[in-house]
């Protein structure tokens, strides 16, 4: 709490993500040491997959939306979740929707990359009237990890 009283609570909260009202708390009441955070997961070993599979595709640049995560995480056991499982996923895993600088979007991933993450086959892929990917047609949001302050995504 040194440094909440040394740069006050607003500049704290906005450094480090802890809502403002959280930090004035702790300072007038002190930190309970025997909080048990709220409640637990309803599926945590479904939770730990997918964000292994989350961080998978966010390092290797791909753009992940709300559909894909939930889609994955239908693919794992037994689970069936509901949109607000998927939002209370996302605010324990501190993962929000961001878009990308245009200036930092990369080019088109390769064929092989394209057919290994949507499981396509070789034979299925044509391009009936041969143009080219517009790189202005795509949605450039993702979700990502609330920390980082840029985005990098390939377009698919």
């Known amino acids: 709490m040194n440094l909440v009283d040394k740069l006050g609570p607003s500049k704290v909260a906005f450094e480090t993500g802890i809502p403002e009202s959280s930090l004035r708390r702790w300072r ?22 997918l964000l292994v599979w989350f961080k998978d595709m966010r390092n290797r640049g791909y753009s992940v939306t709300n559909g894909t ?22 605010i324990r895993s501190r993962i929000v929707y961001r878009r990308a600088d245009p200036l930092k979007i990369s080019s088109p991933i390769s064929t092989n990359d394209l057919l290994e993450l949507h499981n396509y086959a070789l034979e299925s892929i044509v391009n009936i009237d041969e143009s080219g990917l517009a790189f202005d047609s795509f949605n450039p949001c993702t979700l ?8 990098s995504i390939h377009v698919s």
Do not use: C, H, M, Y
């Open 28 to 49: 007038k009441n002190g930190i309970s040491k025997t909080a048990k955070g709220g409640r637990k997961p309803a599926f945590p070993e479904v939770e730990r997959e």
């Open 69 to 90: 995560l939930f889609n994955e995480a239908l693919k794992l056991e037994d689970f069936i979740g509901s949109q607000s499982w998927l939002n209370g996923f996302k």
């Open 144 to 151: 990502e990890f609330k920390v980082p302050s840029f985005l």
